[in-house]
Nanobody, 121 residues
């Protein structure tokens, strides 16, 4: 059974940084990607970034390109999202998710409970 547990969220000032972590287990071999999406109150879910399990290819939403970096530790099956130059509009619950690698947006089938990121002065 797929389990995804996020950590690392919190309150940060605009321009600050956070690193989110996702501990993953029980992968389904049908799914070849892992990544992050976010959900803000009153807004649609937005795919943020994902990484291919096979070759490490990455995808980013235009809104975070150049500011966020996704990476993974294959030994521990942990996925990270380094978020720099944070803006108030980045405020959302960030969910780690696994699914199918698809350009421009990965298609997710399982996700975790999420971690709150709040960018405010």
């Amino acid at each position: 059974q797929v389990q995804l547990v996020e950590s690392g969220g919190g309150l940060v000032q605009p321009g600050g940084s956070l690193r989110l972590s996702c501990a993953a287990s029980g992968f389904n071999s049908d799914y070849n990607a892992i990544g992050w999406f976010r959900q803000a109150p009153g807004k649609e879910r937005e795919g943020v970034s994902c990484i291919s399990n096979s070759d490490g290819s990455t995808l980013y939403a235009d809104s975070v390109k150049g500011r966020f970096t996704i990476s993974r530790d294959n030994a521990n099956i942990t996925v990270y999202l380094q978020m720099n130059s944070l803006k108030p509009e980045d405020t959302a619950v960030y969910h780690c998710a696994t699914g199918v690698y698809s350009d421009p947006i990965c298609q997710y089938e399982y996700w975790g409970q999420g971690t709150q990121v709040t960018v405010s002065s």
